[in-house]
């Protein structure tokens, strides 16, 4: 007889499963999700909890987002640079998860056009010259020289990463920072062989995951999120896309692929749906960006019914063109969406605003008191990773409670 809270299936969700060289004790992994305490770039104490949780709560692996590979590449002065500087301080965050039986992965990334020029007080790049919002200017299009600088700073990171004992890197190919921005046909208007045809525009990514790759060696996972579908007109789709992700099968430096899509830079609600929390995000700003997103934020974050799972149709397209591992993500809040993805091929499922909710959900799938989170879409969190990234429906029972 089963119990009332059992989902069929649900046994094998808590099975031990490879990825890469690692064994994880489950299926679900935690999605990157700035944490928004990272004061100057520093691994705080409340970044250290914040993953601890995550890892007590149940999860296989938790993943520190978002960490750039160089100062130019940080999305803001309060993002952490993946350097020797940040070295002791992640070491003592592995060590906390690694004690809660989880495993750690690093997002590493350079921010390119969604990069804040002005709080970083550094240059920034991109495949092509244009304007960018979050720069507040002018960016200028990449050298091959600058291109060659910055690859050289993902292979660093990801030796850093080593260093600091993550589990696993996952390099960030999504949402138009500055590897997915060369994929895209909208962003990317090169002439040289970083540009045009399909293979070039991905070449800049698959040379970075090479150098990676070799980094990391043969007892660290790497994987990626990518893109694919970046939202916006002109942008790239499953027809690109789905080419991209079979050359970066070919080149065997990845062991899976964790499946997104939307832009940072142009559509903000695409990897969310859900409610805007327009009035929150304008709070949250100075006065003169808060007025700027009066007027331009319904073209930035427009809306999106919410629906459970909602990568699931496109990530069906790469299951049935992909040998390689892939990572469900995007609006996954039930376990028998758990239980159906694997069912459909998916290796793996990856959260992130249900744990924020509820960072012991995993634990509560397992022990089968609780067939679905607490999340209701309200993606009120969102505003609130400028004062350390939280579910303010939680934050709100806690002070009643």
């Given at each position: 007889?089963t119990?009332?809270?059992e989902t069929?299936?649900?046994?094998r969700?808590?099975?031990?499963?490879?990825?890469?060289?690692?064994t994880?004790?489950n299926?679900?992994?935690?999605a990157?999700?700035?944490?928004g305490v990272?004061?100057?770039?520093?691994v705080s104490?409340e970044?250290i909890?914040?993953?601890?949780?995550v890892?007590a709560g149940?999860a296989?692996?938790t993943?520190?987002?978002?960490c750039?590979?160089?100062?130019?590449?940080?999305?803001?002065?309060?993002?952490?640079?993946l350097?020797?500087?940040?070295l002791?301080?992640?070491t003592r965050l592995?060590?906390?998860?690694?004690?809660?039986?989880?495993l750690a992965a690093?997002?590493i990334?350079h921010a390119?056009l969604v990069?804040?020029t002005?709080?970083n007080k550094?240059?920034?790049l991109?495949p092509?010259?244009r304007?960018s919002?979050?720069?507040?200017?002018?960016?200028?299009?990449?050298t091959?020289?600058?291109?060659?600088?910055v690859t050289?700073?993902f292979e660093?990171?990801?030796r850093?990463?080593?260093?600091?004992?993550?589990?696993?890197?996952?390099v960030?190919?999504?949402?138009?920072?500055?590897?997915?921005?060369?994929m895209?046909?909208n962003?990317?208007?090169?002439?040289?062989g970083?540009?045009?045809s399909?293979a070039?525009r991905a070449?800049f990514p698959?040379?970075v995951?090479?150098?990676?790759r070799a980094a990391a060696?043969?007892?660290?996972?790497?994987t990626?999120?990518?893109?694919m579908?970046?939202?916006?007109p002109?942008?790239l789709?499953l027809d690109?896309s789905m080419?991209i992700a079979?050359l970066l099968?070919?080149?065997g430096?990845?062991?899976a692929?964790q499946?997104?899509g939307?832009?940072?830079?142009?559509?903000g609600?695409?990897?969310?749906r859900?409610?805007?929390?327009?009035?929150?995000f304008?709070?949250?700003q100075?006065?003169?960006?808060?007025l700027g997103l009066?007027?331009?934020?319904?073209h930035?974050?427009p809306t999106?019914?919410?629906e459970?799972a909602?990568f699931?149709?496109?990530?069906?397209?790469?299951?049935?063109?992909l040998?390689?591992?892939?990572?469900l993500?995007?609006?996954?809040n039930?376990?028998d969406t758990?239980?159906?993805?694997?069912?459909?091929?998916f290796?793996?499922?990856?959260m992130?605003?249900?744990?924020?909710r509820e960072p012991?959900l995993?634990?509560r799938?397992?022990?089968?008191t609780a067939?679905?989170?607490?999340?209701?879409?309200?993606?009120?969190?969102?505003?609130t990773?400028y004062?350390?990234t939280?579910?303010?429906?939680?934050e709100?029972?806690q002070?009643?409670?």
């Amino acid at each position: 007889m089963t119990s009332p809270n059992e989902t069929p299936g649900a046994t094998r969700v808590f099975e031990p499963a490879r990825l890469g060289p690692l064994t994880l004790r489950n299926r679900i992994i935690k999605a990157a999700t700035f944490e928004g305490v990272m004061p100057r770039g520093a691994v705080s104490d409340e970044l250290i909890e914040f993953h601890r949780a995550v890892a007590a709560g149940g999860a296989a692996l938790t993943t520190v987002a978002y960490c750039a590979v160089s100062e130019g590449g940080r999305v803001h002065r309060n993002t952490l640079v993946l350097d020797q500087s940040s070295l002791p301080g992640l070491t003592r965050l592995t060590d906390a998860v690694h004690a809660e039986g989880a495993l750690a992965a690093a997002q590493i990334g350079h921010a390119g056009l969604v990069a804040n020029t002005l709080s970083n007080k550094s240059p920034t790049l991109a495949p092509s010259t244009r304007i960018s919002a979050p720069a507040m200017g002018l960016v200028r299009g990449a050298t091959p020289d600058q291109l060659a600088a910055v690859t050289a700073d993902f292979e660093r990171s990801a030796r850093v990463a080593v260093e600091a004992g993550f589990d696993a890197i996952e390099v960030h190919l999504g949402h138009n920072y500055l590897l997915s921005s060369f994929m895209s046909p909208n962003l990317n208007k090169r002439k040289d062989g970083y540009g045009g045809s399909v293979a070039n525009r991905a070449r800049f990514p698959r040379e970075v995951l090479e150098r990676v790759r070799a980094a990391a060696g043969d007892k660290v996972a790497v994987t990626a999120k990518f893109n694919m579908s970046d939202g916006v007109p002109k942008g790239l789709w499953l027809d690109q896309s789905m080419q991209i992700a079979k050359l970066l099968e070919s080149d065997g430096h990845l062991d899976a692929l964790q499946l997104t899509g939307g832009s940072s830079l142009l559509n903000g609600m695409y990897f969310f749906r859900g409610e805007v929390p327009m009035a929150e995000f304008v709070a949250s700003q100075p006065k003169l960006v808060g007025l700027g997103l009066r007027v331009y934020g319904p073209h930035l974050f427009p809306t999106y019914p919410f629906e459970e799972a909602f990568f699931l149709p496109f990530a069906r397209q790469f299951r049935e063109i992909l040998s390689m591992p892939l990572i469900l993500l995007g609006g996954i809040n039930r376990m028998d969406t758990i239980v159906g993805a694997l069912d459909e091929g998916f290796e793996f499922v990856a959260m992130a605003r249900a744990l924020l909710r509820e960072p012991d959900l995993v634990n509560r799938f397992r022990d089968e008191t609780a067939t679905e989170g607490h999340c209701i879409h309200c993606n009120k969190c969102m505003p609130t990773i400028y004062t350390g990234t939280r579910c303010v429906v939680r934050e709100a029972q806690q002070l009643i409670g």
